[in-house]
Nanobody
């Protein structure tokens, strides 16, 4: 099983980034997929999730309206489009897989990627 996150980098406040996550080694279409993030010195927190079909999404209040999660089951990929980035969005972003459901609860996710750093300068 592998989840490979990419696309992070340094961006100015107000800018945009697109994170990608490539999945392999498990039945991707059977899993809800999520993004979480962890800022330095803080606990990891939920960002967004998408159901196995891509038909439903759910966002943390802090990113709702600025971030968009999507998936391409044929390519075994998920994406996180981030707009109007703020310095408080600075964190390591992780993609993760949850069997069957798509919730905000970290403990439900069974597969995790290695993370990609996003840094937003003011």
């Amino acid at each position: 099983v592998q989840l490979q996150a990419s696309g992070g980098g340094l961006v100015q406040a107000g800018g945009s980034l697109r994170l990608s996550c490539a999945a392999s080694g498990f039945a991707f279409g059977d899993y809800g997929m999520g993004w979480f993030r962890q800022a330095s010195g803080k606990e990891r927190e939920f960002v967004a999730t998408v159901t196995w079909s891509g038909s439903s999404t759910y966002y943390a209040d802090s990113v709702n309206g600025r971030f968009t999660i999507s998936r391409d089951n044929a390519k075994r990929m998920i994406y996180l489009h981030m707009y109007n980035l703020k310095p408080e969005d600075t964190a390591v972003y992780y993609c993760a897989a949850e069997k069957g459901l798509a919730t905000k609860y970290e403990e439900n996710y069974v597969y995790w990627g290695q993370g990609t750093q996003v840094t937003v300068s003011s």
